[in-house]
């Protein structure tokens, strides 16, 4: 890479700053720090996140808790991210050239931090990080355990994965420059990298995969059922089919976010008009779904349940009976950051973001609200599940009766 501005285009301000390969890492960075900040903040309320994810307890008092093995690995994580950062900037002074030239530094630390969560690093939990690559070995081809075996916790896991699926694809595009020639990974993103195909695949991989989980479930059910002999409606897994409807229709915003990149969007027997105009439809259906799903399933919340469920004088509007968190005003509040963020959310799944938002910043900031979207989400959904294990559905509570079976607690 030479640098040359003729090859490469100027740099923005941002990109001056926060190169690609660093906002990659930021962005997984702030990942762990969130979730340590989960894990904390249950236990607080008592709520035990391990035991709801069958990881084993700690065996002695003197064993770091699981939210402090957390904190330990996000700050191994962050001091070196915190020093490369500061020598790089150091080095650079937001000369293009020297920024293009030094593409080493992001890069190497992307390797710092692929060791930090696979080394046995002596200060940090083995267990932990052995269990955590275990589980990722498992849903990476969208397997999941039973029930007994950790199930929720795969969700989760897999779940917080489709939160990342943009970050992957800025992964890709990174390593894609990086062993390019002529190119450098510090330079202007070249969201092209790679071909029309390798982007948009790389960014549905997290949905495929939650897609294979649903449906697993589904056959799981079906399995149960016909050697139960219970062929009735209650249980029968449709929630799994519906639940892999929700994932199925992030697909259409992805491949038609592609084809408006190609150079002649007309050679594929459509205008430009008419591809946006099914790419806004998909994008308002995945959104709509998505949110849906979220209130509804995943924190079983009543806001979309029949009147007499809604409207009951048992609890406050649109909630249900049995509430870990006492204040409602939490509920209403995450409903509302959840409905604005799973629009934005879905905007970000597009491969042609930088056509929306010409500033590498908003691109950033975009993944950085879904970071703190699924932080939210994460803890009305441990928190749904407990009050399922824990306090049962009530008699009349249609939604949470449904949503106990023993396959149909997914998300």
Known sequence: MDGDPAIEPELDGFTRIFPLPYRVAIIIVLGVWAWGLNLHYLSLIKIDVPSLIRYPSRSSVHHPSHHLSTYRLATFLTIPLAISLLFFWSITHGDSKLIMGWEVLPN??????????????????????SRTLATLKRISIG????????????????????SYAKVLGDLFISLCMFFTPGRSSTGMPNRNCGGTFWVPFIISIPSLIRLRQCLTEYFRVRSSNKRTGNLGSVGSGGVHLANALKYSSAFPVIVLSAMQRSPQPSKLGLSEASLFRLWLGAVFINSAYSFYWDVARDWDLHLFSASHLRNSPEYPYGLRRHRWFHAKEFYYAAIIVDCMLRCTWSLKLSPHLDHFNDLEGGIFLMEALEVLRRWIWIFFRVECEWVRTHRGPAPDDILLGEMSSKYDDED
Request: glycine residues 12%.
């Open 108 to 129: 190497l630390y992307l390797l710092i931090l692929v060791i930090g969560f696979c080394a046995p690093i002596p200060f940090i939990s083995r267990s932990g990080r």
């Open 143 to 162: 397997g999941i355990a039973e029930a007994q075996d950790g199930k929720f916790g795969d969700i989760l896991l897999a779940d917080a994965l489709t």
